[in-house]
T-cell receptor
Framework: DAGITQSPRHKVTETGTPVTLRCHQT?????MYWYRQDPGHGLRLIHY???????DKGEVSDGYSVSRSKTEDFLLTLESATSSQTSVYFC??????????????FGSGTRLTVV | GESVGLHLPTLSVQEGDNSIINCAYS??????FIWYKQESGKGPQFIID?????DKRQGQRVTVLLNKTVKHLSLQIAATQPGDSAVYFC??????????FGAGTRLFVKA
């Protein structure tokens, strides 16, 4: 996954604790996204960003917040982790919003387990 | 690796044969469609895309066909190889940032 790095790769946390996942890109792409992937639900958009300090909610944003203070970093925070947030989280980047040839580049994912 | 799905539709093909993976999309207003490949333990990887004003688009060993009349999308892989074994997702976009991913199809390539 050249140009995009997620950290950590794996995390186990306790219910009620805050958790922050990091996405770092070196492609200078304007658009960044956080998805979660669960069996039976596929990939669902949590939040996205269309520029520094410009973010918006996706379809499953409850319990999550994001921040983008610089182009290369997009942080996802679980304010108070719950077991329903156990999932694999993917960050994605794109240079445009829907231009032909500009599909998303995804990171390798973070497997989060909330116990 | 990460679990992608427990009960995905599955396609099994012989190495060297052509594969056709089908997808029905939901929104007639969708104007941009994308295919992704996901190997076990990795993030999805962009394969090819197509806009609603096109019927067909070709890449290297892959072709995407779009039939807007029946809201159907297909991905054709020529001369399928063992490295093509993965889960394939179609995705639709109605404009802006609302990209909706399908549940995926698992492709097995038999040597």
């Amino acid at each position: 996954d050249a140009g995009i790095t997620q950290s950590p790769r794996h995390k186990v946390t306790e219910t009620g604790t805050p958790v922050t996942l990091r996405c770092h890109q070196t492609e200078n792409h304007r658009y960044m996204y956080w998805y979660r992937q669960d069996p039976g639900h596929g990939l669902r958009l949590i939040h996205y960003s269309y520029g520094v300090k410009d973010t918006d909610k996706g379809e499953v944003s409850d319990g999550y917040s994001v921040s983008r203070s610089k182009t290369e970093d997009f942080l996802l925070t679980l304010e108070s982790a719950t077991s329903s947030q156990t999932s694999v989280y993917f960050c994605a980047i794109s240079p445009s919003a829907g231009e032909l040839g500009d599909g998303y580049t995804f990171g390798s994912g973070t497997r989060l387990t909330v116990v | 690796g990460e679990s992608v799905g427990l009960h995905l539709p599955t396609l099994s093909v012989q190495e060297g044969d052509n594969s056709i993976i089908n997808c029905a999309y939901s929104n007639s207003a969708s104007d941009y469609f994308i295919w992704y490949k996901q190997e076990s333990g990795k993030g999805p990887q962009f394969i090819i895309d197509i806009r609603s004003n096109m019927d067909k688009r070709q890449g290297q060993r892959v072709t995407v066909l779009l039939n807007k009349t029946v809201k159907h999308l297909s991905l054709q892989i020529a001369a399928t190889q063992p490295g093509d074994s993965a889960v394939y997702f179609c995705a639709e976009n109605t404009g802006g940032f609302k990209t909706i991913f399908g549940a995926g199809t698992r492709l097995f390539v038999k040597a």
